[in-house]
C-alpha cells in the first residue's frame, strides 16, 4: 500500500512537471507589452509572401517592396568605397590578395579588407590612404586584431577620432573622450540611458517625455522597463512642429502619476521626415542667438511679456522647418526649468535636404548657452553609421556623448556596458572612418565626396517626389519631407472600412496597411505603431528605394488607396 501510494505521488508530480515553467501567464508582464511596428505582424506578413512568391504561387505582384524600414544598403544604395576600404583589409585574411582584389570593385570594401587581411597591406593595389586607415585602427585593437574584444565603452583610439568629429561639427566646442561610449547601433546606447533613469514605484514611477509620432524604440524599451510613457504630440498642421506648450501640458498632466526625469527629442524627425520646429510660448529669457562667426547676426526674436512676468519669445519661421538653435534653445531651458535629463536622437543629422537649413546640435547649443545651463543641464545625444548618407546599418555602431552626468552614474553606466563585454569591432572600425573621412589632400577624398554628396542629393530628390506624388493624390496628405530618410502622409480611410477594422479587431491604418501589402506588394508600417492623434490615420515610408522603383510605387499606393476608397464608400 505504502509503495502504490509513493507511485501515486510520484506519478502526480510527473504531471505537474508536464506543465511549462515559462508561459505567457508567467513570462515577465513588461516583455508582454512591448510592441515594435517597425518588425510588426505586417513585415511578418511580408516575409510570408516573399517565400509564397518563391515557391510559384501567383500574386497580384512579382515582389515585395521593403519600404518599412530604413535599411538604405538593403534597397540597393551602394556602400560608401572609403568605408568598406579600410575594413575589407582586415576581414578577408582567409582569401590569396590578387584573388580578392579582383572581387573588390575598384575600391570598394578596401579599408575593410585591409583591416580584415592585413597581409594586403603589402598589395600595390591599395591606395596609401587606405593602407594608413587599417594600420592605425588595427594597432589599436587587441592583438591587432579586429577579432579581439575591446574595452566596454570602445576602442580607446576611436573615442577620441568621435570627441574630435564632435568638435569640428561643433566649430571647436571641446569634447572628452571619457565622456563617450561607442555602442551597438545608437539603440543600444539609448537603452542603456534609459535604464539608468528608470526607478521607483507606483507614482513615483519614472515618467519619460516622447514625441507622437515616436519611433517605436522608445516606446517598446520604456514598455519593457516598466517606466511611463508620457506622450507630447508634434503639430501635424505646422509640418510636425513642436511646441513647449505642448511640452509643458503633457509634463503637467504627468505629474499626476508618475515621476517625469526625461524628455526625448528626435531631430532630424522619425517617423516624421521633418525635424520639430519648437514654439516656446513662455520663456525665462529672450532666445536671442550669437552670431557664429564670420557670419551675420541672425533676426533677434522679440520678446513681449507672457503670463506673470515672464517673457516670451516670438521665433522666425525657420527656412525649411529644420530646428534652429533659438528653438533648441527653448526645449533646453525648458528642460533645466523642469529639471528633465535630456535625449538628443540625432542619428539623422547628416540628412537634411531644406535649402538653406542647417543641422545643430543640442551640445552645440547648450554650450553656447552659457551657465547655468551649459554647466548643469544633463544631456545625452547619441549618433550612429546606420543613417546618413553611409547606410551602415548591418555593422551596428554608434555612439552616445553625456554632457553634465554625475560622475558616480557614468561609472554605473560603464558598468552597465561592461555587462555586455563590448559593441562590434568592425563596426567600431567602421564609425572611426565615418567620423574621420578622408581630408582633401588624401588620395581617396575626391571619389567620397562624389559617392556622398550623389547620395544626399538622391535622397533630397526622392524626398521631393515623394511629397509631390502623395499630394497630389486625393485623400492623401504629406508635409514635406525635411530631413531623415521617411514620409509620413495622413490618409483619408471611409468610414465602412473603419467600421470593417473594428470588426477584425484591427487598427485602421494597420487594416489599410494589410490590404496595401496583400494587393500590390507594398510593405509600409501604419501610423498606430507610431502613436498618432485620434481619429486620423497614417502609414510611414521610406524614400529609400531606387528612384525609379519609388516612382512606381508612389504611384501604384496613390493608385491603391482610390481604389480602396471606392470599395468602401
Known amino acids: 500500500v505504502v509503495a502504490l501510494k509513493a507511485g501515486d505521488q510520484s506519478q502526480a508530480a510527473m504531471n505537474r512537471l508536464k506543465e511549462k515553467v515559462l508561459t505567457l501567464d508567467t513570462m515577465n508582464p513588461c516583455v508582454r507589452r512591448v510592441e515594435y511596428a517597425v518588425r510588426g505582424p505586417i513585415v511578418l506578413r511580408a516575409l510570408e509572401l516573399e517565400q509564397e512568391l518563391c515557391q510559384g504561387i501567383k500574386k497580384?505582384?512579382?515582389?515585395?517592396?521593403?519600404?518599412?524600414?530604413?535599411?538604405?544598403?538593403?534597397m540597393g544604395q551602394k556602400p560608401i568605397t572609403f568605408l568598406r576600404q579600410v575594413r575589407l583589409s582586415t576581414a578577408l585574411a582567409p582569401l590569396p590578395h590578387q584573388a580578392m582584389c579582383r572581387g573588390l570593385s575598384t575600391r570598394s570594401s578596401q579599408v575593410l579588407a585591409l583591416c580584415i587581411h592585413p597581409d594586403l597591406l603589402k598589395s600595390p593595389?591599395?591606395?596609401?590612404?587606405?593602407?594608413?586607415?587599417?594600420?592605425?585602427?588595427?594597432?589599436?585593437?587587441?592583438?591587432?586584431?579586429?577579432?579581439?574584444?575591446?574595452?566596454?565603452?570602445?576602442?580607446?583610439?576611436?573615442?577620441?577620432?568621435?570627441?574630435?568629429y564632435i568638435e569640428r561639427r561643433d566649430g571647436g566646442i571641446p569634447a572628452d573622450p571619457s565622456n563617450i561610449f561607442l555602442s551597438t547601433g545608437a539603440s543600444d546606447a539609448i537603452v542603456t540611458v534609459l535604464k539608468l533613469l528608470v526607478a521607483g514605484e507606483g507614482r513615483t514611477r519614472t515618467g519619460v517625455l516622447i514625441p507622437i509620432p515616436q519611433y517605436p524604440l522608445y516606446s517598446a524599451t520604456l514598455a519593457e522597463l516598466n517606466a511611463v510613457q508620457v506622450d507630447y504630440y508634434l503639430d501635424e498642421e505646422r509640418a510636425w512642429a513642436l511646441d513647449v506648450s505642448e511640452l509643458r501640458r503633457a509634463l503637467r498632466q504627468a505629474r499626476d502619476h508618475c515621476y517625469p526625469r526625461a524628455l526625448c527629442v528626435i531631430n532630424p524627425g522619425n517617423p516624421t521626415g521633418a525635424p520639430p520646429l519648437p514654439r516656446p510660448t513662455a520663456l525665462a529669457r529672450t532666445c536671442a542667438p550669437p552670431a557664429a562667426p564670420g557670419q551675420p547676426a541672425p533676426p533677434r526674436p522679440v520678446p513681449q511679456r507672457a503670463g506673470r512676468g515672464r517673457l516670451t519669445c516670438r521665433i522666425p519661421r525657420a527656412p525649411g522647418q529644420v530646428q534652429p538653435r533659438e528653438c533648441i534653445e527653448a526645449v533646453i531651458r525648458f528642460a533645466f526649468e523642469e529639471r528633465l535629463f535630456l535625449m538628443a536622437d540625432e542619428v539623422y543629422q547628416d540628412n537634411v535636404y531644406a535649402e538653406g537649413s542647417q543641422f545643430h546640435s543640442f551640445k552645440k547649443v547648450l554650450t553656447e548657452l552659457g551657465p547655468p545651463y551649459a554647466a548643469q543641464q544633463e544631456l545625452a545625444s547619441f549618433h550612429s553609421v546606420s543613417k546618413g548618407y553611409m547606410g551602415e546599418c548591418g555593422f551596428r555602431a554608434g555612439y552616445v556623448e553625456v554632457v553634465n552626468m554625475d560622475a558616480a552614474v557614468q561609472q554605473q553606466m560603464q558598468k552597465l556596458m561592461s555587462v555586455r563585454l563590448c559593441p562590434p569591432v568592425p563596426g567600431q572600425a567602421l564609425l572611426h572612418m565615418v567620423v574621420s573621412p578622408p581630408a582633401p589632400s588624401d588620395p581617396s577624398f575626391?571619389?567620397?565626396?562624389?559617392?556622398?554628396?550623389?547620395?544626399?542629393?538622391?535622397?533630397?530628390?526622392?524626398?521631393?517626389?515623394?511629397?509631390?506624388?502623395?499630394?497630389?493624390?486625393?485623400?492623401?496628405?504629406?508635409?514635406?519631407?525635411?530631413?531623415?530618410?521617411?514620409?509620413?502622409?495622413?490618409?483619408?480611410?471611409?468610414?465602412?472600412?473603419?467600421?470593417?477594422?473594428q470588426e477584425l479587431g484591427l487598427a485602421p491604418d494597420m487594416f489599410f496597411c494589410l490590404r496595401l501589402l496583400e494587393e500590390t506588394g507594398i510593405c509600409v508600417v501604419p501610423g498606430s505603431g507610431f502613436g498618432q492623434r485620434e481619429g486620423t490615420y497614417h502609414f510611414r515610408m521610406t524614400i529609400l528605394p531606387p528612384m525609379e522603383k519609388l516612382r512606381s510605387l508612389l504611384e501604384k499606393l496613390s493608385q491603391f488607396h482610390a481604389k480602396f476608397t471606392r470599395d468602401y464608400s
Open 60 to 74: 497580384p505582384f512579382t515582389e515585395v517592396i521593403r519600404a518599412n524600414i530604413g535599411d538604405a544598403q538593403a
Open 125 to 164: 593595389d591599395f591606395p596609401e590612404d587606405a593602407k594608413r586607415r587599417a594600420e592605425r585602427i588595427l594597432q589599436a585593437c587587441g592583438g591587432h586584431s579586429l577579432g579581439a574584444y575591446s574595452i566596454s565603452s570602445g576602442i580607446q583610439l576611436i573615442r577620441e577620432d568621435v570627441a574630435r
Open 446 to 501: 575626391a571619389q567620397f565626396q562624389a559617392e556622398r554628396q550623389a547620395v544626399l542629393a538622391e535622397l533630397a530628390a526622392k524626398a521631393k517626389l515623394t511629397e509631390q506624388v502623395f499630394n497630389e493624390a486625393p485623400g492623401i496628405h504629406c508635409n514635406p519631407v525635411q530631413g531623415a530618410m521617411y514620409s509620413f502622409p495622413r490618409v483619408q480611410l471611409p468610414p465602412r472600412a473603419v467600421q470593417r477594422a
